[in-house]
């Protein structure tokens, strides 16, 4: 499978609806961002204290990792490992069929997006439901997010609501209450039917072993007490070593996410219930999951990308993102953190474009909470891309234009002479050649008349003259 950008960008840019919202909703989560950040007088304090904390965690990951088995397991639940999708899919499909269970309520889990676990439970007879509101209303629609933290924000409240008369039988309003309490009956009754409780992790602290899952409206919690049986899926960077380390986190997740300075729900999870607990699975289990994140580790220069805490900010500051959307990138993670991280959780030649679906403004680098020099990462792949060949046929076809002429001088002076003859002909033609896609949304600088080297001699040969 290979994730195409370029071929989605019109359509994303020819898209009214679509740019209406993602105007809207970027733009409000920015400013909630900004004010939220401005009251917190130790921000770049507790940034850098989280990056140094991700760095010293990722350096000594497997130590952690057993540390948090240890503790999982002290508490009455089980771990298992996954070693790639298929692998994390087949433990889930092992454990549904050890319990009997026909359904699954999730929450919002961007991981079990990426080894794509809705689609297997389906072909194996276990109905999975959305419980997240923006995640229910894309299984409804049959998309997959267009954003972290937000995946229905490419939906305006008009087509939600032309989606839910359509698929659940109501009158058609766009009364946000009303709409938002019809998914509330629908999801109550499935959270009492569900077998199984399938939920993400945020952070998993190993020091004692606890499941941490952030949330604004409830369903998490729900989705993780009411069945019998809960199963955790946990990307192995997801870890923070200590107890201490938490409220950082926290607050560095919330305000960058959402622009809160604190979130409505966080779920402290560890195990299954105890006899004197009154609600809870009765089994729990945690599947770490891997699915090319070891490969990653082992870069020194790239393994920064696994310090990313799923908060989305970079997707809103991002111009290419704020232009063309998630649904563009054709891949669980979008904007700049998918464009570092899709590339390496499969292959440059899967997603030979990623890299390059940037400005390298370096805007997601300032608003990263933990610090991710995302454009380092991303002039990393790029040269990777170009040295294996996989990045876009015109780019390396202009480079190598380029070293020729400028190992060339006589070559160089050509082209110098022949592109200022194009712009006294007009450079409008240039719209329809090679150079379009960039004279579309730009202007082409023109060149000055004269060169740099006229000029020189012109001027050393009036001094030598005078």
Known sequence: MQFRILRNTSDALSDGPLQANLKHALGRSLTARAAAVSEVENWEELRSYARHIKKC??????????QMEEQVQRQGGRVLW???????????????????????????????????????????????????LGEFILQLAGQIPSHIVAPALHMSRAQVAALFADKLQMEATDDVRELTETARRRLRREFLKADLGISGVNFGIAETGTVVVVENEGNARLSTALPRVHIALMGIEKLIPRWMDLPVFLKLLTISATGQRITSYVNLLNGPKRREEPDGPEHFYLIFVDNGRSAILKDDRKRQTLSCIRCGACQNVCPVFQSIGGHAYESTYQGPIGAILTPQLTTASDAPEHPFASSLCAACREICPVKIDIPEVLLILREQAVESRTGPRSERLAFRLWAFAMTRPRIYRLGEKLIRLAFRLGAGGMKRGPLAGWVRSRDLPA????????????????????
Do not use: C
């Open 57 to 66: 965690t990722l350096r000594d990951l497997g130590r952690y990792l057993r």
């Open 447 to 466: 060149p000055a008349m004269e060169s740099f080297r006229s000029w020189m001699a012109k001027t050393r040969g009036g001094r030598n003259g005078s």
């Open 82 to 132: 996954a070693s790639d999708a298929r692998e994390a899919v087949g433990h889930v499909l092992e454990i549904a069929r050890t319990h009997q269970a026909s359904t699954a309520a999730k929450s919002k889990s961007m991981l079990t997006e990426e080894i794509q676990l809705n689609a297997a439970l389906e072909d194996s007879g276990i109905r999975p439901v959305e419980t997240d």
